[in-house]
């Protein structure tokens, strides 16, 4: 249990045991201001310390020398991340283009008030589903990074049961992350 303990408090520490962190860090923040590409370059860039983490390896922060594969990398974490996140993305466009609907009947008619309740009631149970589903997508999705980065094959990110099956094993790490 006292390993245990130990084990999670490294996941805070262990970046700066590489003698060349601040320059790594220092330019995963400079990668991070190009726009939207620079994202998707430190999300592989995060893989690969994820992958290196997986198997103890004694320098997981990787250096900069490959751009390309980070940016692979990072895409295919972003597909997943897409994945995941779809039905919330789905229930939001939904709700708006019924509120929107909604709206214009309101306007139109003489129930206003009644719309704009019903409108209120459907809005409310949208942004709890939503809600839920961000949830249980924050909790699930750093699984499925980890089998992606594993293995390094996309196709075990969406083996939902696998996945599902990692966190059940062990939803305290996974709660933290």
């Known amino acids: ?20 962190w601040l320059k790594k860090i220092g330019i995963a923040a ?20 994820t992958r290196r983490v997986i198997n103890n390896d004694p320098q997981p922060l990787p250096d900069w020398s490959n751009f390309g594969e980070f ?14 996140v779809l ?32 409108v209120s009631l459907v809005m409310f149970c949208l942004i709890c589903l939503i809600s839920l589903f961000g949830l249980a997508a ?10 992606l980065a594993a293995t390094g094959e996309l196709g075990t990110a969406f083996r939902f049961n696998e996945v599902l099956g990692l966190v059940r094993a062990a939803p305290g790490p996974y709660l933290m992350v």
């Open 1 to 20: 249990m006292e390993e245990d303990a130990m084990e999670f408090g490294r996941a805070f520490t262990f970046a700066f045991e590489d003698a060349d």
């Open 30 to 49: 400079l990668v991070m201001l190009i726009p939207v590409v620079g994202t998707i370059i430190v999300l592989g860039w995060g893989l690969e310390i």
């Open 71 to 84: 940016l692979f990398k990072g895409f295919k974490a972003f597909v997943v991340s897409f994945a995941y």
């Open 87 to 118: 039905p919330i993305i789905l229930i939001s466009v939904c709700g708006q283009l019924g509120m929107g609907f909604a709206i214009t009947a309101a306007a139109d008619g003489s129930n206003s008030d009644a719309a704009a309740g019903i």
């Open 138 to 147: 924050g909790f699930i999705l750093p699984a499925a990074h980890g089998n």
